[in-house]
C-alpha cells in the first residue's frame, strides 16, 4: 500500500532556509504529477508546486525563484528546496501524488502527514 511521509519541516529565521522530503513507500505507476501545497491557519490549501512528466515544474508565483522540487530515485523521495524564507511561508506544507497505486491498480491522490514550516521576522 502507497504511502507517503513528510519530513523536515522545522522553525526557521526569515531569510533561512529548509529542505522538506516526501519518502514514499509502495509503488506508484503511471504518475500523473507530483506536488507540493501547503496550508496555513484560516486559509485554504494551495499548490505551491506540480511537476508533471515531460514538463516544468510550475511554481505559484510567491515561491517562484526561492523553491526547487527535485526528487532521488533511487530513495524513491521527492524534496523540496526552500530558500529565502519569508513569514508568509508559514504553513503546513504536504507532499502529493497522482498515480496508479501498484498494489490496487488503482487510481488515486496520494497525500503526507503533512510538516510544520514556520518562518519567524
Known amino acids: 500500500q502507497v504511502r507517503l511521509v513528510d519530513s523536515g519541516g522545522g522553525l526557521v529565521q526569515a531569510g533561512g532556509s529548509l529542505n522538506l522530503s516526501c519518502s514514499a513507500s509502495?509503488?506508484?505507476?503511471?504518475?500523473?504529477?507530483v506536488g507540493w501545497f501547503r496550508e496555513a491557519p484560516g486559509k485554504q490549501r494551495e499548490m505551491v508546486v506540480i511537476?508533471?512528466?515531460?514538463?516544468?515544474?510550475n511554481y505559484t508565483d510567491a515561491v517562484n525563484g526561492r523553491f526547487t522540487i527535485s526528487r532521488e530515485v533511487a530513495r524513491n523521495t521527492r524534496y523540496l528546496q526552500m530558500n529565502n524564507l519569508k513569514p508568509e511561508d508559514t504553513a503546513v506544507y504536504y507532499c502529493?501524488?497522482?498515480?496508479?497505486?501498484?498494489?490496487?491498480?488503482?487510481?488515486?491522490?496520494?497525500w503526507g502527514q503533512g510538516t510544520q514550516v514556520t518562518v519567524s521576522s
Open positions: 511537476k508533471k512528466p515531460g514538463l516544468s515544474p
Open positions: 509502495g509503488t506508484i505507476f503511471g504518475i500523473k504529477s
Open positions: 502529493n501524488i497522482d498515480g496508479v497505486d501498484g498494489a490496487t491498480m488503482t487510481f488515486n491522490s496520494f
